[in-house]
C-alpha cells in the first residue's frame, strides 16, 4: 500500500498549482500563449491594484509564489524531448505525458518560485523508464533546440534561475558565507516588501474576507468567544498534564517489558553523539565479551547462571538496578496520576464553569452587544511552513553552483590554450631542495646541506 503523498508547500500553493496544471492541460499551447511560462503569478495576488471601491485582494494570494511551467512539446514546436538513458527521441509518447508529484523550488535573487514540469515515458525495449521534463542529461542532448529557452540551473533537489546563477558564478572569488549574506538580506527585503504591501491593502480595505474557515490559527479572528475564562484554563492545563502523565506511564511500561538489545546499546556508546545511556559501568569492551558468549539481550544476561568466569556479578547488577529505576519512576507516575485525578479541584472547576455558562446568555448577548468586527490575519514570518514566505538558497547549494561552474569552465579554458600559437616555449622547473650530497661548512665540525628554492627556466 502506497504513503499518500504530502505536498511540500502550503495549502494555497498546492491548489494554486492545481489550478494551472488543470488549465494548461485544457488549453495546452494556447495557455502558454496569454502567459509566461517562466512566471505564472495568480492573478489576485501582489501584482493586484490597491485603486477600487471593492476588495479584490485574497490572503492565500499573498503566499502563493510565481510558477515556471516547463512542458517542452507544447513550447517548443514540433519538439519531442529525447530520453537520457537511450539518447533518442523517436520511442518517447508525448500523449501519455504526466505531471510530477511536486515541482522543484526555483531559487531566484530576491524570492523564490516553483517548477513545475511532466515526465515522458520511452517504450524502447532497452529502456523503458520515465524521465522529467527538466532532466539534465535530456536537456543537454536537446541544446541546440532548447538554447535561449531553458536557461534555468537544475540540479537534484533544487533549481536557479538565471538571475542568481550569473550573481553566484560572477561572485565566485567571494567567500561562501559573504554570497550567503548578501542573499539573504535581499530576500529579507523583499519579505519586508510584501508585508508592507500587505498592511497597506488592509488599511486601503482590499482584502476580500474569507467565506469559509481553512484554518485553526484564524479563529481566533472570525469568532466573538475565542477568549478562555480563567476556570477553562485552569481544567485545560489540568487535562494537559494528566494526558502528559499517561503517556510518559504508558512508555515507561513498554521500556520495561520491552527486552534491550545488547548489540543497540553498543553501537549508540561506539558514537561519541550520545549521552545518557543506559547500563553506565558496561563498556563496549564487556559488550563484546557477553555478545562472544551468546548473551545478546538484557533478560538473557539477567537469567545467566554464573558458570562463566568470564561474567561478573556486577555486570548483572548494573542491568538490574537500571530495571530497578525503571520500577521506581512507574510507581511514581502511578501515585501522580491517582493524585491528580481524585483531586477535588476538578469539581470546583465544573462548578465555575456551569456558572459563567448560566451568566452568559447568548441571546441577549447578540441583542446587547454589536458583532465583533472582522479582523485580516498577521503576515507570516519568513521560512514559514504552510506560507513559504522566502526561502533563501543555502551555502552548501552556493558551493555546488561554485563547483559545476569551473567544471564547465575548464574545458573551455583549455581549448582557448591549445588554440593560443605563441613563437617560443619556455619550460619552468620548481626546485625546492639542492642536492644531498652539497655540504656547507660554516665553522669547524659545522656543516649543513643547505634548503634553497629556485625556478629553472629553460
Known amino acids: 500500500m502506497s504513503k499518500p503523498h504530502h505536498p511540500q508547500c502550503g495549502e494555497a500553493q498546492h491548489l494554486f498549482v492545481k489550478e494551472i496544471r488543470a488549465k494548461a492541460d485544457l488549453q495546452q499551447q494556447a495557455f502558454f500563449k496569454k502567459n509566461d511560462w517562466c512566471r505564472v503569478a495568480p492573478s489576485d495576488g501582489r501584482q493586484t491594484s490597491l485603486v477600487g471601491d471593492n476588495p479584490s485582494i485574497l490572503l492565500d494570494s499573498l503566499h502563493i509564489k510565481d510558477i515556471a511551467v516547463w512542458v517542452p512539446h507544447l513550447l517548443v514546436p514540433n519538439h519531442v524531448p529525447s530520453c537520457p538513458h537511450c539518447r533518442s527521441s523517436e520511442c518517447v509518447d508525448i500523449n501519455s505525458a504526466k505531471w510530477i508529484k511536486s515541482p522543484k523550488i526555483l531559487y531566484g535573487l530576491w524570492t523564490h518560485r516553483y517548477l513545475d514540469t511532466k515526465k515522458y515515458r520511452c517504450h524502447a525495449v532497452s529502456c523503458g523508464g520515465w524521465f522529467c521534463g527538466h532532466n539534465e542529461r535530456s536537456l543537454e542532448i536537446d541544446a541546440r533546440k532548447l538554447v535561449g529557452v531553458f536557461n534555468f540551473r537544475v540540479s537534484n533537489g533544487f533549481a536557479v534561475d538565471e538571475c542568481l546563477y550569473s550573481y553566484i558564478t560572477n561572485h565566485s572569488r567571494d567567500s561562501t558565507a559573504s554570497l550567503h549574506n548578501r542573499i539573504a ?33 484564524l479563529d481566533a479572528f472570525l469568532t466573538t468567544d475565542f477568549e478562555l475564562s480563567a476556570a477553562r484554563k485552569r481544567r485545560k492545563k489540568l487535562s494537559d498534564e494528566l494526558q502528559r502523565l499517561q503517556q510518559e506511564l504508558e512508555c515507561k511500561q513498554r521500556q520495561h517489558e520491552a527486552d534491550v538489545e545488547l548489540v543497540d546499546i553498543f553501537k549508540r556508546k561506539s558514537s561519541r553523539n550520545h549521552r545518557g545511556l543506559p547500563f553506565r559501568g558496561l563498556g563496549e569492551a564487556k559488550m563484546l565479551l557477553l555478545l562472544g558468549r551468546h548473551i545478546t539481550t538484557a533478560k538473557e544476561l539477567l537469567d545467566c547462571d554464573g558458570t562463566d568466569p568470564a561474567i561478573k556479578e556486577s555486570w548483572k547488577d548494573i542491568v538490574q538496578a537500571c530495571c530497578d529505576s525503571i520500577n521506581s519512576q512507574i510507581k511514581r507516575l502511578r501515585n501522580q496520576i491517582k493524585d491528580l485525578t481524585d483531586s477535588n479541584l476538578w469539581a470546583e472547576l465544573d462548578v465555575l464553569i456551569h456558572s459563567e455558562s448560566n451568566d452568559n446568555d447568548p441571546v441577549a448577548e447578540t441583542t446587547n452587544q454589536s458583532a465583533r468586527p472582522w479582523k485580516p490575519p498577521p503576515f507570516s514570518s519568513m521560512s514559514h511552513r504552510s506560507g513559504c514566505n522566502a526561502r533563501c538558497i543555502p551555502k552548501s547549494s552556493i558551493d555546488r553552483l561554485i563547483t559545476s561552474d569551473f567544471q564547465c569552465r575548464k574545458p573551455i579554458q583549455e581549448d582557448k590554450m591549445r588554440g593560443t600559437q605563441c613563437k617560443e616555449l619556455m619550460k619552468i622547473d620548481w626546485n625546492y631542495k639542492l642536492a644531498p650530497k652539497i655540504k656547507v661548512c660554516t665553522g669547524r665540525g659545522q656543516s649543513f646541506s643547505p634548503f634553497k628554492s629556485c625556478i629553472t627556466t629553460r
Open 185 to 217: 538580506l535581499m530576500t529579507a527585503d523583499k519579505h519586508l516588501e510584501d508585508a508592507s504591501f500587505y498592511f497597506k491593502a488592509i488599511e486601503l480595505k482590499q482584502v476580500k474576507k474569507p467565506s469559509q474557515k481553512k484554518q485553526s490559527t
